[in-house]
């Protein structure tokens, strides 16, 4: 008996908090406690009011402490019919009673009860309202207003009695188009045309057959208006102003709230974090804000009765304190002519001394420079020019056999073996290419016509051979009168005096197109053979590198 009494008290107690609670969340008409809307067709289910997510007892418990559950539908006459709760359309399932489909005839009040041998507790009633399906989908939803351009993400309501899965849960729109499969549907950016009707589907099964469970979402969308926070408009982090000793000045202070007036807001200034005296030689004027299109301005101005020397070279501080912000502003008076210039001077200092670095580093590495990117872009001057050579060789020979020997083995080996063999040139040299018979001058002439450049190999300052000095003639008058080829000499052995040179050699020998061969140049990565890839016209060769 005692043990009835405490389950009595209990039941009692769920009975309470069920009721407040229902009170507490009925937001969402028609979907509220106490009153249920269902299509006629579909599925549906009461819960006992008597028991909810608060409740410490759960049904399960019901049969172990001898206690029963009964549901009782309301008559036209006042009574009440007791539903046996069988398996057929209508069942109990745990603390809900099922319909297995709701019809309109199911419309009414119906009421559960609670009970063992002595007592009896009975719950608030739940109206049923089963509507026949006329083609609309509007009739009963959960309302919900989001702003246009929000991301947002629609959840199945009221569900949690159902163990649904994301395959068979549909989403319709305007009940015609279907838009999404699964638990939620997400509009990732709201648009004044995604308002409508959302309904998720939900399908059950019972005996082989397939029931629906609906519910609608009605989405209303509205302007986005973006939340505004207060700014700074002047002073900047660092306002310079010239003054004269003794002038009268007045500083505005200016912030922007916003759309509207923003009470919480303060706006003031200080010195030396020090705040300013009413009636001091410098002081803050009062408050005011002003309206500027559609934004709202706050001003305070600082006063200057008149400059002083005290009140230069040190900042002045605008704050400006929101709960969404905190920004300062600070204003620095300077004396007209004689404020700090070094800041300038260092700037213009800094700036040359980059120029000139920036300049040394590009002549010191210019040839690095140029062959790297040559060998990156695979850049090739070489195509589609009509040319036959990449350059002619004209080795201007000595009257001392040693001397010309030496020159004939580096014309003859050692150039087209770096030249041809390692970067892919094409060489026409006279000692070699041109046929015995055959140096004519309009040979020799033919020959450089068909070259893109023309290498001097200069070895002596005089030289023995006719042909040579021909074809010197003749290439250098393409080279400097007609700029038809371009010249590169190489002064293989040094030139004791270059006035005894022609003329045009003089010119060359000066120039940029010139090149000295030394005893590092042994090595294909010396200066001097990047240099020769240099003033040779970009050629693309899959063997071209430092290595």
Request: charged share 25%.
């Amino acid at each position: 008996m005692v043990m009835d009494v405490k389950y009595l008290v209990l039941i009692t107690f769920c009975y309470v908090v069920g009721r407040i609670q229902g009170s507490l969340t009925s937001k969402c008409f028609p979907y509220k406690s106490g009153l249920v809307f269902v299509t006629e067709g579909e599925h549906v289910r009461l819960t006992c009011n008597l028991y909810n997510a608060f409740t410490p007892l759960d049904m399960s418990n019901l049969q172990a402490h001898r206690l029963n559950i009964s549901w009782f539908k309301h008559t036209s006459e006042g009574g009440h019919k007791k539903l046996l709760g069988e398996a057929g359309r209508i069942t109990y399932e745990g603390t809900s009673l099922g319909f297995w489909p709701a019809f309109v005839n199911d419309t009414g009040n119906y009421t559960c009860s609670v009970f063992n041998r002595t007592y009896n507790v009975s719950s608030a009633g739940t109206s049923l309202n089963v509507h026949r399906n006329e083609g609309l989908c509007s009739d009963c939803f959960f309302s919900r207003t989001e702003s246009v351009g929000k991301s947002i993400r629609l959840s199945c309501p009221k569900l949690k009695d159902y163990n649904s899965k994301e395959d068979n849960i549909i989403w319709m729109k305007d009940c015609k188009d279907k838009v999404h499969t699964g638990n939620a549907y997400t509009i990732l950016k709201v648009e004044e045309k995604s308002a409508g009707y959302y309904s998720c589907v939900l399908t059950v099964g019972k005996d082989g057959v397939q029931y629906n469970v609906t519910r609608t979402i009605k989405l209303k969308t509205k302007g986005y208006v973006e939340r505004f926070i207060p700014k700074l408009v002047y002073p900047g982090r660092k306002e310079q102003i010239e003054v004269e000793l003794g002038d009268k000045r007045e500083i505005e202070c200016k912030a922007v709230l916003g759309y509207k007036n923003n009470l919480f807001c303060m706006l003031y200034w200080r010195y030396k974090n020090r705040f300013f005296e009413i009636n001091g030689t410098v002081y803050e004027g009062p408050v005011r804000n002003v309206s500027e299109g559609n934004r709202i301005y706050m001003i305070r101005p600082l006063v200057f009765k008149g400059v002083k020397a005290e009140h230069l070279n040190e900042p002045f501080t605008c704050a400006l304190d929101c709960p969404e912000t905190n920004l300062n502003g600070n204003i620095t008076l300077l004396e007209k002519g004689k404020h700090d210039t070094s800041l300038i001077f260092l700037l213009l200092f800094t700036t040359l001394a980059v120029i000139i670095i920036v300049a040394v580093v590009y002549v010191r590495f210019k040839i690095d420079f140029v062959l790297c990117f040559r060998d990156l872009t695979s850049r090739d001057e070489t195509l589609q020019d009509g040319k036959e050579y990449d350059a002619y060789v004209l080795l201007l020979k000595s009257n001392e056999a040693l001397i010309s020997a030496e020159g004939e083995t580096f014309a003859l080996k050692l150039l087209p073996a770096i030249l041809e063999q390692k970067f892919g040139y094409r060489l026409c040299i006279y000692e070699r290419d041109v046929l015995p018979g055959a140096a004519s001058a309009s040979e020799i002439l033919s020959y450089i016509n068909k070259s893109r450049t023309l290498i001097i190999i200069l070895c002596a300052e005089c030289m023995a051979n006719d042909s040579s000095t021909y074809g010197l003639m003749t290439g250098l008058h393409q080279a400097l009168v007609e700029r038809l080829i371009k010249p590169i000499l190489i002064e293989y052995l040094p030139i004791r005096d270059i006035t005894l040179l022609p003329q045009s050699l003089q010119l060359i020998l000066k120039s940029d197109r010139s090149v000295k061969w030394t005893n590092e140049s042994l090595s294909q990565n010396s200066y001097f053979w990047k240099k020769i890839r240099y003033l040779m016209p970009a050629k693309y060769t899959k063997t071209a590198g430092w290595s």
